[in-house]
């Protein structure tokens, strides 16, 4: 059985990360870029709920909320964790050889993916787990599992 989150947790950790790169966007800023790429490192290697994001939401956030939580599988948005941290990585590449444009574009494409799910409820990175899943497993099990807010 896979880990389960709280979803409100991820769509709030995707807030944070909207506010984030779209300031380091503004400011082409590779510092911000590296926090935000440190952050998608620990959400890919230790899953979503053990980010600064999710310690955040549960010390501050969760405690207002009024509504019940809905828990969702852990695999689709530690995959988009990853997603986000190859592109904060490639910022990085971008800014470290001096291409600015591949700084901005990675960044820029990071921040829509982020900006989906925080204003949408639409997991972009989930998306494609779930069509790897269906592709390279040939079993809907992954799906079956994943809550239609994923899906």
Request: aromatic share 14%; glycine share 6%; proline share 5%.
């Amino acid at each position: 059985m896979s880990k389960q989150i709280d979803v409100r947790g991820a769509r709030f950790g995707a807030l944070l990360t909207t506010f984030v790169l779209a300031l380091t966007l503004a400011t082409q800023s590779w510092i911000l870029a590296l926090w935000q790429t440190a952050v998608f490192a620990i959400g890919a290697s230790f899953g979503p709920a053990r980010t600064p994001y999710a310690s955040i939401f549960r010390a501050v956030v969760k405690p207002r909320l009024k509504s019940s939580p809905t828990f969702e599988d852990e695999r689709p948005p530690r995959f988009a964790q990853a997603v986000g941290f190859l592109f904060g990585a490639t910022a990085l590449a971008g800014a470290a050889s001096g291409v600015s444009l591949l700084f901005t574009l990675a960044i820029a494409f990071a921040l829509a993916a982020a900006f989906l799910n925080a204003a949408f409820n639409f997991c972009l990175g989930c998306k494609v787990y779930l069509l790897f899943a269906r592709v390279f497993q040939g079993s809907h099990e992954a799906v079956a599992k994943t809550p239609a807010s994923v899906q």
